[in-house]
């Protein structure tokens, strides 16, 4: 079945780094979501990404959706603690259900 | 409006016991999505239910079952508990389906 595969696992950075998760398929994509879980909290809607190719930017951070639709990346600049949780991909399935990915946690040292 | 709730929010169970968990989606979503979620498998698709119906299933064994209501309420059970079920229990709403999923805040859920 579809999946998407999402690198790294853990992402440890000192504040003021930035930080990318890329999120992979080996089958093309209708579209790409992105979700962040705060330690204790439950995932919140961040983006949807359709068009191949597409760039965009939520104040520090950047999602792109590769030209072949097979990979998306969400890059956060000069991170905050605020940034703190877990960062899923997801896209949907062959039956309409959302597939997400294992999610990057990040956590961020001040 | 709303959000997605979910009760309850903690449940401590037994092995053996069953559970029923609820979740109210945000009004006008149609669509309830179930997740299970724990530290080393991430967030696995339960199933999902539309307008009553069950739309889409994950690989879950038959102990794991749900329902919809009219007002899309939904509920899942899950019988004969064992301990590997403890988890996280997310449930999200949708309009439709396949659009942006709204997630409820969880019930976490202890089989000792």
């Known amino acids: 079945g579809q999946q998407v595969m999402q690198i790294p696992q853990y992402q440890h950075v000192q504040e003021g780094e930035d930080f990318t998760t890329y999120c992979n398929s080996s089958?093309?994509?209708?579209?790409i979501q992105w979700y962040k879980q705060r330690p204790g909290g439950h995932p919140v809607f961040l983006i949807q990404l359709v068009k191949s190719g597409e760039v965009k930017k939520q104040k520090r951070l950047t999602f792109q959706f590769g030209e072949a639709k097979k990979n998306s990346s969400l890059h956060i600049t000069a991170t905050q603690t605020t940034d703190v949780g877990t960062y899923f991909c997801a896209s949907g399935g062959s039956q309409g259900n959302l597939i997400f990915g294992k999610g990057t946690k990040l956590s961020v040292k001040p | 409006k709303a959000g997605v709730t979910q009760t309850p929010r903690y449940l401590i169970k037994t092995r053996g016991q069953q559970v029923t968990l609820s979740c109210s989606p945000i009004?006008?979503?149609?669509?309830v999505s179930w997740y299970q979620q724990t530290p080393g498998q991430g967030l696995q698709f339960l199933f999902e239910?539309?307008?009553?119906?069950?739309?889409n299933k994950g690989n879950f064994p038959g102990r794991f079952s749900g329902r919809q209501f009219s007002n899309s309420r939904s509920e899942m059970n899950v019988s004969t508990l064992e301990l590997g079920d403890s988890a996280l229990y997310l449930c999200a709403s949708e309009v439709n389906g396949g659009d942006t999923q709204y997630f409820g805040p969880g019930t976490r859920l202890t089989v000792l």
């Open positions: 089958t093309t994509l209708s579209n």
């Open positions: 009004s006008g979503h149609r669509s």
């Open positions: 239910y539309f307008s009553e119906t069950q739309r």
